[in-house]
Structures are given as C-alpha cells and as structure tokens.
Nanobody
Framework: QVQLVESGGGLVQAGESLRLSCAASGSIFAINAMGWYRQAPGKRRELVAQITSGGVPNYADSVKGRFTISRDNAKNTVYLQMNSLKPEDTAVYYC???????????WGQGTQVTVSS
C-alpha cells in the first residue's frame, strides 16, 4: 500500500504561480511513475504531468511551457510548479503513482486550485 498526501493548493489570480507537493509513504520501494491529474467540475479527470522513476517528464499540451514536474526520490515527494496560471487551470488536482509490479494505481485526496480572472 502507498499513501499520498498533497499540499499547496489555493486561490490565486491569473498569471500567478502555485507549487503543489505530494509526499508518498508506505511501500515506496514499489513506486514507478508519479504524476498529477486534475478534474474540473463537469469534466473528466485528465493527466496534467507525469514523471518516471528515472526523472523523465511528460506533460499535457495545455500546460507545456507553464508547468514543471519534478521528483525528489530521497524525500519520496513529487512537485508541480505551476506558472502563468489561467482560469481554465481551475480544478481539483490529484497526485497519482503506479507500481512497478502489477501496475497498481494510488491516489491522493486532492487539493483545490482556483484561478480567478
């Protein structure tokens, strides 16, 4: 079992920045990729960014050039630096990880990000 705890959400104005953090605990040796998803009201949950155990990132087209995902394996933590935020970035952001064996997915409880225009 892996537990994920997010922090760092909040209310900001368009153009401002936020940094999300997600700390993993439990069976951390089993973790492969870590990432962030988001879900806006009335919409499906979508991938925002993901980073492999080796540090290779992948981004949704909508956030490329504005968001940066990073990972500190020593702290078992993944970060999402969000710059130049837009109102359409407003959503609940969920931390996710999957495991090397079995490809099990784990989710955090979610953190609200609200961007006002």
């Amino acid at each position: 079992q892996v537990q994920l705890v997010e922090s760092g959400g909040g209310l900001v104005q368009a153009g401002e920045s936020l940094r999300l953090s997600c700390a993993a605990s439990g069976s951390i040796f089993a973790i492969n990729a870590m990432g962030w998803y988001r879900q806006a009201p009335g919409k499906r949950r979508e991938l925002v960014a993901q980073i492999t155990s080796g540090g290779v990132p992948n981004y949704a087209d909508s956030v490329k050039g504005r968001f940066t995902i990073s990972r500190d394996n020593a702290k078992n933590t993944v970060y999402l630096q969000m710059n130049s935020l837009k109102p359409e970035d407003t959503a609940v952001y969920y931390c996710n990880c999957n495991t090397f064996t079995g490809g099990r997915n784990y989710w955090g409880q979610g953190t609200q990000v609200t961007v006002s225009s």
